[in-house]
């Protein structure tokens, strides 16, 4: 079985600290990917990332940054955390890019992110 | 862009009735997927049905259908038999090879009641 995991199922920080959100994924998957869950905004995309050390631009990039050093692990960071991104983080893996059938999504199991 | 529409906020249906859950989509790709995922209270988002575009047979996967109809961009997703377990959040996706990205839907909560 795939298995995607978070290093943090609830965080809590201030405004102005930098986090790290850490995602890791056990199947040689070649894509991962960064999405913010908001209640009647669904599944937004921050980052994605294809290779180690490549990263695109997804919906939502402002604020955010990632780093993926390592193939089966991809970081999101919060360089200086605001209010406005108190949320619900999911890390993402698929097997590859193309439209195949591969592209299915294996999703962790999130990360409830508070900044007070 | 492609963008993927959920009009139903929540949903409700008792055991054992069937339910269907609406999605529609639009994108000018020829080539897409469409999902299903399903996302319980324990937050772990699974898949639960795929459709490719270029296919006209309806996907089926055990009591999870979908009605798929290309010239309306439409793909509703129709549970039979519901179960307790069928609770959770479900989210309607497109996948296009240009975007190379799924586009997810809004949600759609669905309750099973007794």
């Known amino acids: 079985d795939v298995k995607v995991t978070q290093s943090s199922r609830y965080l809590v920080k201030r405004t102005g600290e930098k986090v790290f959100l850490e995602c890791v994924q056990d199947?040689?998957?070649?894509?991962m990917f960064w999405y913010r869950q908001d209640p009647g905004l669904g599944l937004r995309l921050i980052y994605f990332?294809?290779?180690?050390?490549?990263?695109e631009k997804g919906d939502i990039p402002e604020g955010y940054s990632v780093s993926r050093e390592k193939k089966e692990r991809f970081s999101l960071i919060l360089e200086s955390a605001s209010t406005n991104q108190t949320s619900m983080y999911l890390c993402?893996?698929?097997?590859?890019?193309?439209?195949?059938?591969?592209?299915?999504?294996?999703f962790g199991p999130g990360t409830r992110l508070t900044v007070l | 862009a492609q963008t993927v529409t959920q009009s139903q906020p929540e949903m409700s249906v008792q055991e054992a009735e069937t339910v269907t859950l609406s999605c529609t989509y639009d994108?000018?790709?020829?080539?897409?997927?469409l999902f299903w995922y399903k996302q319980p209270p324990s937050r772990q988002m699974i898949l639960v049905i795929r459709?490719?575009?270029?296919?006209?047979q309806n996907a089926t996967e055990n009591r999870f259908s979908v009605n798929f109809q290309k010239a309306a961009k439409s793909f509703s997703l129709k549970i039979s038999d519901s179960q307790l377990g069928d609770a959770a959040m479900y989210f309607c996706?497109?996948?296009?090879?240009?975007?190379?990205?799924?586009?997810f839907g809004t949600g759609t909560r669905l309750q099973v009641t007794l």
């Open positions: 459709q490719e575009a270029y296919k006209q």
């Open positions: 199947m040689d998957h070649e894509n």
């Open positions: 994108t000018s790709e020829s080539d897409y997927y």
């Open positions: 990332s294809y290779d180690v050390k490549m990263k």
């Open positions: 993402a893996s698929s097997l590859s890019p193309g439209i195949y059938l591969e592209n299915e999504q294996f």
């Open positions: 996706a497109c996948y296009t090879g240009t975007a190379s990205k799924l586009t």
